[in-house]
């Protein structure tokens, strides 16, 4: 019960500190500071146009664009380009949506192979005879040379879902890339010697994967397929547990197509193909079983747990933990960061959230920063108020300006409810002291998940973690928390995404330097 305990603490704390980015939000657009009364007027907004839900809504003086489209409900097809979501309402008024000529996307992203992870010995020669340097996802050019050494094996990426697991003595040499060839996309390689494992699965209709041999070229057929190619000096064997393949030999003539379970022996001496029904004795898992029992330790120890912080309405946080090297890092995201070249009829994050939740933003956000973020956390700003109050408050260092606001006197104290909120906004004194406060306060919840000064009960646990909407299991949580425990001395960081401020319709955007996104996390370790 101690250790569930446990685990639950951990979970309040990772919340929490998700709770405090909501009002990030209003460093973005904010109309300026107002000092004063808290009295909240109510006004009346009808929305217009393209919507699920249209109709007149009554709402507190300050809801965004982006709160009201959000129960109002976007369509596939809504045109938001002209809106500001992030600009609040303070007079009752109209709100009307307009329609886009066919439904937002996302771009079909180029295919690309990478080096995702190797033991032993490997050899990655380019075109030029050059050696490159491996680490774990590399990405392999046309002309690139694989090889692996004795007792070694790879698994190499092929576009967004692809794998090929190479075995010790294996060279691949990728010749195209993702290439437009007679209306398809052509990914070819030769397979010189060794065995491969290729599980080729195809994210579009328009994909080919094709693998060439000394005696065969072998197609790969329908939504793709799962079959082991052995290269020997004098023939090669095809062992296809799953899909469809097209076996031509090298030149014309013979061409076969194979089905799910069946094993195909091709020699160079150009003796007629010989197939057979595929041995229950061959087992591809067992053979690859090193490489999966090594990448499976290698990401319990390497890789970080990436969270994506999505603060309605409108922030949005890049969480990174490298429990290795006791490594905490967030990275501040914009919602009117741009991501037109990822998308079609999509232009800001804010956005991309109204159309497709955090799963669509994830996607963004792991193009614009070149890396994976498989967890995400979905917050509000009534989850602040509850969480903040079911704590019974959390501590601040109320400077002079906040205490006249709040009316209370300045210095270290506890605010919960609409207090807290009220703290974390721009409205008491600009955005600049806004910024400190939430970085204060991120801070301070950071501290005390690592020294574990506050407990919760865990009916409080259970409490909050039911009403978050986020994609954490309790294994996971366990898993994480353990680990986190582990280390003492954690390294805190807060970075900014690169980017240039540029003008669309009427909002002001920042378009992100991807050259330098991509190597963010990298450049700060």
Request: proline content about 3%; some cysteine; glycine content about 8%.
């Given at each position: 019960?101690?250790?569930?305990?446990?685990?639950?603490?951990?979970?309040?704390?990772?919340?929490?500190i998700?709770?405090?980015?909501?009002?990030?939000f209003?460093?973005?657009?904010?109309?300026?500071?107002?000092?004063?009364?808290?009295?909240?007027?109510?006004?009346?907004?009808?929305?217009?146009?393209?919507?699920?839900?249209?109709?007149?809504?009554?709402?507190?003086?300050?809801?965004?664009?982006?709160?009201?489209?959000?129960v109002?409900?976007?369509?596939?097809?809504?045109?938001?380009?002209?809106?500001?979501?992030?600009?609040?309402?303070?007079?009752?008024?109209?709100?009307?949506?307009?329609?886009?000529?066919?439904?937002?996307?996302?771009?079909?992203?180029?295919?690309?192979?990478?080096?995702?992870?190797?033991?032993?010995?490997?050899?990655?020669?380019?075109?030029?005879?050059?050696?490159?340097?491996?680490?774990?996802?590399?990405?392999?050019?046309?002309?690139?040379?694989?090889?692996?050494?004795?007792?070694?094996?790879?698994?190499?990426?092929?576009?967004?879902?692809?794998?090929?697991?190479?075995?010790?003595?294996?060279?691949l040499?990728?010749?195209?890339?993702?290439v437009?060839?007679?209306?398809?996309?052509?990914?070819?390689?030769?397979?010189?010697?060794?065995?491969?494992?290729?599980k080729?699965?195809?994210?579009?209709?328009?994909?080919l994967f094709?693998?060439?041999?000394?005696?065969?070229?072998?197609?790969?057929?329908?939504s793709?397929?799962?079959?082991?190619?052995?290269?020997?000096?004098?023939?090669?064997?095809?062992?296809?547990?799953?899909?469809?393949?097209?076996?031509?030999?090298?030149?014309?003539?013979?061409?076969?197509?194979?089905?799910?379970?069946?094993?195909?022996?091709?020699?160079?001496?150009?003796?007629?193909?010989?197939?057979?029904?595929?041995?229950?004795?061959?087992?591809?898992?067992?053979?690859?079983?090193?490489?999966?029992?090594?990448?499976?330790?290698?990401?319990?120890?390497?890789?970080?747990?990436?969270?994506?912080?999505?603060?309605?309405?409108?922030?949005?946080?890049?969480?990174?933990v490298?429990?290795?090297?006791?490594?905490?890092?967030?990275?501040?995201?914009?919602?009117?960061?741009?991501?037109?070249?990822?998308?079609?009829?999509?232009?800001?994050?804010?956005?991309?959230?109204l159309?497709?939740?955090?799963?669509?933003?994830?996607?963004?956000?792991?193009?614009?920063?070149?890396?994976?973020?498989?967890?995400?956390?979905?917050?509000?700003?009534?989850?602040?108020?509850?969480?903040?109050?079911?704590?019974?408050?959390?501590?601040?260092?109320?400077?002079?300006?906040?205490?006249?606001y709040?009316q209370?006197a300045?210095?270290?104290?506890?605010?919960s409810?609409?207090?807290?909120?009220?703290?974390?906004?721009?409205?008491?004194?600009?955005?600049?002291?806004?910024?400190?406060?939430?970085?204060?306060?991120?801070?301070?919840?950071?501290?005390?998940?690592?020294?574990?000064?506050?407990?919760?009960?865990?009916?409080?646990?259970?409490?909050?973690i039911?009403?978050?909407?986020?994609?954490?299991?309790?294994?996971e949580?366990?898993?994480?928390?353990?680990?986190?425990c582990?280390?003492?001395?954690?390294?805190?960081?807060?970075?900014?995404?690169?980017?240039a401020?540029?003008?669309?319709?009427?909002?002001?955007?920042?378009?992100p330097?991807?050259d330098?996104?991509?190597?963010?996390?990298?450049?700060?370790?």
């Open positions: 019960m101690k250790r569930l305990f446990s685990i639950f603490t951990a979970c309040i704390y990772l919340i929490l998700g709770a405090s980015l909501w009002q990030g209003l460093l973005l657009r904010q109309l300026q500071p107002r000092y004063g009364g808290t009295d909240i007027a109510m006004i009346d907004v009808m929305v217009e146009g393209n919507v699920r839900r249209p109709g007149r809504y009554r709402v507190a003086q300050g809801t965004t664009q982006f709160e009201i489209l959000q109002a409900g976007v369509r596939p097809t809504s045109d938001l380009s002209m809106l500001s979501l992030t600009a609040q309402i303070d007079s009752s008024g109209e709100l009307t949506v307009g329609t886009l000529d066919k439904a937002v996307g996302m771009s079909e992203e180029s295919l690309s192979v990478r080096l995702e992870f190797f033991f032993g010995e490997l050899s990655v020669i380019s075109v030029d005879g050059r050696s490159v340097p491996q680490h774990e996802r590399l990405t392999i050019s046309p002309g690139d040379r694989i090889l692996t050494e004795a007792s070694s094996q790879a698994e190499l990426s092929a576009g967004l879902y692809s794998r090929i697991d190479m075995d010790n003595f294996a060279e040499v990728f010749d195209k890339i993702g437009a060839e007679n209306e398809r996309i052509l990914t070819e390689l030769y397979q010189k010697a060794g065995a491969c494992w290729h080729i699965v195809y994210a579009r209709n328009s994909e094709r693998i060439n041999t000394i005696p065969v070229a072998i197609s790969v057929g329908g793709g397929a799962d079959f082991l190619v052995d290269a020997q000096s004098d023939r090669i064997t095809i062992n296809l547990m799953d899909g469809l393949l097209l076996v031509e030999r090298t030149g014309g003539g013979e061409a076969i197509n194979m089905i799910s379970g069946q094993s195909a022996t091709i020699f160079t001496d150009e003796r007629p193909f010989q197939i057979t029904k595929l041995t229950p004795d061959i087992s591809i898992n067992e053979q690859f079983a090193q490489l999966s029992r090594e990448k499976v330790n290698y990401l319990s120890r390497q890789m970080p747990l990436s969270i994506l912080f999505c603060g309605t309405p409108a922030v949005f946080y890049f969480i990174n490298y429990y290795d090297r006791a490594s905490y890092t967030v990275v501040h995201l914009p919602g009117e960061l741009l991501i037109e070249q990822f998308a079609n009829g999509i232009s800001t994050l804010d956005q991309a959230f159309y497709g939740g955090p799963v669509m933003v994830a996607t963004f956000v792991e193009r614009i920063l070149d890396t994976r973020i498989p967890k995400y956390i979905v917050f509000d700003k009534n989850d602040i108020v509850k969480v903040a109050g079911a704590m019974g408050g959390l501590q601040a260092d109320v400077d002079r300006g906040a205490a006249s709040l209370r300045a210095g270290k104290q506890k605010l409810d609409q207090a807290l909120v009220r703290y974390l906004s721009p409205s008491i004194s600009g955005i600049e002291d806004a910024r400190r406060r939430q970085s204060e306060m991120l801070k301070t919840l950071f501290n005390g998940l690592q020294s574990r000064s506050l407990i919760p009960t865990l009916m409080l646990a259970d409490q909050i039911g009403s978050t909407e986020t994609n954490f299991g309790a294994t949580i366990m898993d994480n928390y353990g680990k986190f582990e280390k003492t001395n954690w390294h805190y960081r807060e970075l900014t995404i690169p980017a401020a540029e003008r669309r319709g009427n909002r002001n955007c920042l378009n330097k991807l330098q996104c991509k190597i963010l996390l990298n450049a700060y370790e």
